[in-house]
């Protein structure tokens, strides 16, 4: 399955975007999938992500203020991010395996990911 993560804009800090991975596939055969950021200088981190059971989990940092949800029928998971802050300004992924590969993000492959910056 291929992901294309889309939705990135530059938004004012407190605003909102709602970011989409789409899968060329069925997302019912993912066992996790996961939504990434890297800002520059700094690391790739884990966001949030969900699981087949559709269990949610999100970083200290965007809790409260991202959401995940999933339309089966379009292969699409969302990233709502709310009350957007200037530190959320990142490029952010989308991948999908198994929950050690995304909580390690052991990942062979990367797709080019979406633009968010969050400015005034």
């Known amino acids: 399955v291929q992901l294309q993560a889309s939705g990135g804009d530059l938004v004012q800090p407190g605003g909102s975007l709602r970011l989409s991975c789409a899968a060329s596939?069925?997302?019912?055969?993912?066992?996790?999938l996961g939504w990434y950021r890297q800002a520059p200088g700094k690391q790739r981190e884990l966001v949030a992500h969900?699981?087949?059971?559709?269990?949610?989990n999100y970083v200290d940092s965007v809790k409260g203020r991202f959401a995940l949800s999933r339309d089966n029928a379009k292969n699409t998971v969302y990233l709502q991010m709310n009350n957007l802050k200037p530190e959320d300004t990142a490029v952010y992924y989308c991948?999908?395996?198994?929950?050690?590969?995304?909580?390690?993000?052991?990942?062979?492959?990367w797709g080019q990911g979406t633009q968010v910056t969050v400015s005034s």
């Open positions: 991948n999908a395996g198994t929950l050690k590969q995304l909580l390690g993000g052991t990942f062979a492959s």
């Open positions: 596939g069925s997302i019912f055969s993912i066992n996790a």
């Open positions: 969900i699981t087949s059971g559709s269990s949610t």
